[in-house]
T-cell receptor, first 115, second 109 residues
């Protein structure tokens, strides 16, 4: 593994189904993030984790949950998918939370369609 | 509310120079980032400004004026591979990134 991986690459899901998007990083970064990207809108933060064992809500957390049991993994779960959750989902990580030259590195994304 | 504004689309010619502007209104300021995103791919980091002035990195430069809430990304000697979306993001008082919708740059031969 090099960097951040996400799975699946794409998924078509029936409304009402439960779905977990997986994200794994091997850079030993403390902070991890989940974004969604929709046409005409900027990336929007769903949930974040500043360090293993802690999570926080971003701008659009409703309908999503996360966990951070260890440094490397940060899964995003949709408990009961709805069509408005159709989007491209990006996982990202940064060495630290907070300020400074602290760029975020992005995974390749998961394209999710909810019908 | 928090707001990041960028032009939706710009067109430029191979070999030329283009300037992509970004204006922002956010709750606090802890740095401004520019990312490049090719179609169907993940964003990749280009530059970071936290103090006023120009940061130069090869063909790319980024400028910041905190008093004006303004930044620009300058791309010189444009190449076809520079065709991509360019995303401006501001780190706010909670140290979270607020993103603009991105500027799609089209390079013509």
């Amino acid at each position: 593994i090099a960097g951040i991986t996400q799975a699946p690459t794409s998924q078509i899901l029936a409304a009402g189904r439960r779905m977990t998007l997986r994200c794994t990083q091997d850079m030993r970064h403390n902070a991890m993030y989940w974004y969604r990207q929709d046409l005409g809108l900027g990336l929007r933060l769903i949930h974040y984790s500043n360090t293993a064992g802690t999570t926080g809500k971003g701008e659009v957390p409703d309908g999503y949950s996360v966990s951070r049991a260890n440094t490397d993994d940060f899964p995003l779960t949709l408990a009961s998918a709805v069509p408005s959750q159709t989007s491209v989902y990006f996982c990202a990580s940064s060495e630290l939370a907070g300020g400074g030259y602290n760029e975020q590195f992005f995974g390749p994304g998961t394209r999710l369609t909810v019908l | 509310g928090q707001n990041i504004d960028q032009p939706t689309e710009m067109t430029a010619t191979e070999g030329a120079i283009v300037q992509i502007n970004c204006t922002y209104q956010t709750s606090g300021f802890n740095g401004l980032f520019w990312y490049q995103q090719h179609a169907g791919e993940a964003p990749t980091f280009l530059s970071y400004n936290v103090l006023d002035g120009l940061e130069e990195k090869g063909r790319f430069s980024s400028f910041l004026s905190r008093s004006k809430g303004y930044s620009y990304l300058l791309l010189k000697e444009l190449q076809m591979k520079d065709s991509a979306s360019y995303l401006c993001a501001v780190r706010d008082s909670n140290y979270q990134l607020i993103w603009g919708a991105g500027t799609k740059l089209i390079i013509k031969p």
